[in-house]
């Protein structure tokens, strides 16, 4: 069975500071990994994918992530965070093997950047 | 681009009444639209999968008649949650697959979704 785990419920940040919000991946098969981030009472707004090829991943607004195959992890990562970063994310896992239609969210982190 | 609408964007009704909620993709083909329902502070989940001129193919423990599905075109799909009650009081998210052929014609498939703004509804 596909699942992702995201382990902090949530993480604060000073503005300028790094953050990094964490996710772990179990997958039957090659794994494709997104990064969701959700305002309130909005959508989800896709920041970055992996699917193949460089481990670190660049994606929207200066976020990156990194692939890491040995601790199956994609922790989501941005060198110097906003308060305008300040949301919900969520790690996602697509299913390649059964119906790749369908994703797998993590219970999703929230993001709080103080000023 | 791969722009994704809902409406209404909120909703009040009385128990007993139903609901209808439209998804649209408002500048590309869907043929696959899917439809997450997500408590607070949780995690969305998957209800169905929506395929264009096709019925839906619900997830295990959703109920079919409960939540009524159409896609009738590539760019629209309903969700009409029937005889309401409050318990169904909850944020509604529709996505879609943009439709993506490669060089050889077949179906891409690292398209990833595209996700609509939700739709809050509350059953009094």
């Known amino acids: 069975a596909q699942s992702v785990a995201q382990p902090e419920d949530q993480v604060n940040v000073a503005e300028g500071n790094p953050l990094t919000v964490k996710c772990t991946y179990s997958v039957s098969g090659n794994p494709y990994l997104f990064w969701y981030v959700q305002y309130p009472n909005r959508g989800l707004q896709f920041l970055l994918k992996?699917?193949?090829?460089?481990?670190l991943v660049k994606g929207s607004y200066g976020f990156e992530a990194e692939f890491n195959k040995s601790q199956t992890s994609f922790h989501l990562k941005k060198p110097s965070a906003l308060v305008s970063d300040s949301a919900l994310y969520f790690c996602?896992?697509?299913?390649?093997?059964?119906?790749?239609?369908?994703?797998?969210f993590g219970s999703g982190t929230k993001l709080n950047v103080k000023p | 681009g791969a722009v994704v609408s809902q409406h209404p964007s909120w909703v009040i009704c009385k128990s007993g009444t139903s609901v209808k909620i439209e998804c649209r993709s408002l500048d590309f083909q869907a043929t696959t639209m899917f439809w997450y329902r997500q408590f607070p502070k949780q995690s969305l989940m998957l209800m169905a999968t929506?395929?264009?001129?096709?019925?839906?193919?619900?997830e295990q423990g959703v109920e079919k008649d409960k939540f009524l599905i159409n896609h009738a075109s590539l760019t629209l799909s309903t969700l009409t949650v029937t005889s309401a009650h409050p318990e169904d009081s909850s944020f509604y998210i529709c996505s879609a697959r943009n439709l993506f052929r490669g060089l050889a014609g077949d179906l891409g498939t690292d398209n990833e979704q595209f996700f609509g703004p939700g739709t809050r509804l509350t059953v009094l």
């Open positions: 929506s395929n264009e001129g096709s019925k839906a193919t619900y």
């Open positions: 992996y699917i193949t090829g460089d481990n």
């Open positions: 996602a896992v697509r299913d390649m093997q059964y119906n790749f239609n369908k994703f797998y």
